[in-house]
Structure formats: C-alpha cells, structure tokens
C-alpha cells in the first residue's frame, strides 16, 4: 500500500530536514534542502548566502545542540510554498550560547519535484 504524502507535508519535512540538518552537522542533508542560491537573514539582520552559513558551521562559529519545534505553519501555492516556524534551538553562535526562541519565516520553490530552501528570516519570539 502507498501513502500519499500531501504537498505540505513535504515543505514540512524539507524544513525540518533543515534544522535536523544543522543539529547534526549533516552537510550532504543542508545541501539537499537548501537551493544553492539561498539566502539566511539572521536575527541581528546579518544577510548570508548559503555558501557563508555553511561555511560557519564547518568551521563551528554557528554550532547547533538541540531544538524543539513549537509551530509549524504551511501555505502552498503551486510550486512555492511559505512556513512560519517557531523553534527553541540551543545554540552557540560567534562564542556565545543560549536558547534562542526563533521565528523562522522561509520561503521554498520546488526545483524537479524536490522542496528547497530559498529564504530563510529569522527573528525572536
């Protein structure tokens, strides 16, 4: 028996792949998701391709430990989809460690049936 799996539900999956992805420091998976022309806006407004942010990770000046989804919103249209999410992501990023209560806002295209990443905001909550 197959089970379909909704449009939503794959951005949903592609997102949190993402963030699975940056807890693990699994490089292949943040590839798979990400478009290679991405951009992240961080919560200090700092504007990185995606190039740059993974760069940070492998050298470990961003370095993820854990996370806890608390929201998980997902509008598709077609082949774009917007999610709103909120996560408690324990982080150490440029030296310094917290729990950051995050709002995500991103943006997915789909690219030969496979969701990726092409923005990503975040900012408190």
Not at 14 to 40: E, S
Not at 80 to 103: C, M
């Amino acid at each position: 028996m197959t089970i379909k799996i909704s449009e939503e539900e794959k951005v949903a999956l592609a997102v949190r792949q993402q963030v699975q992805g940056m807890v693990t420091g699994d490089i292949d998976i943040l590839n798979k998701v990400i478009a290679p022309d991405a951009h992240f806006i961080h919560i200090t407004g700092t504007d990185q391709t995606k190039e740059e942010w993974l760069q940070q990770i492998k050298i470990g000046r961003m370095h993820y430990f854990s996370n806890k989804e608390k929201l998980m919103q997902v509008e598709v249209n077609g082949d774009f989809a917007k999610v709103v999410s909120r996560n408690e992501l324990d982080a150490r990023i440029y030296g310094f460690r917290n729990t950051w209560p995050l709002e995500s806002r991103t943006e997915l295209t789909k690219n030969n049936g496979q969701w990726q990443i092409v923005l990503s905001q975040a900012s408190m909550y």
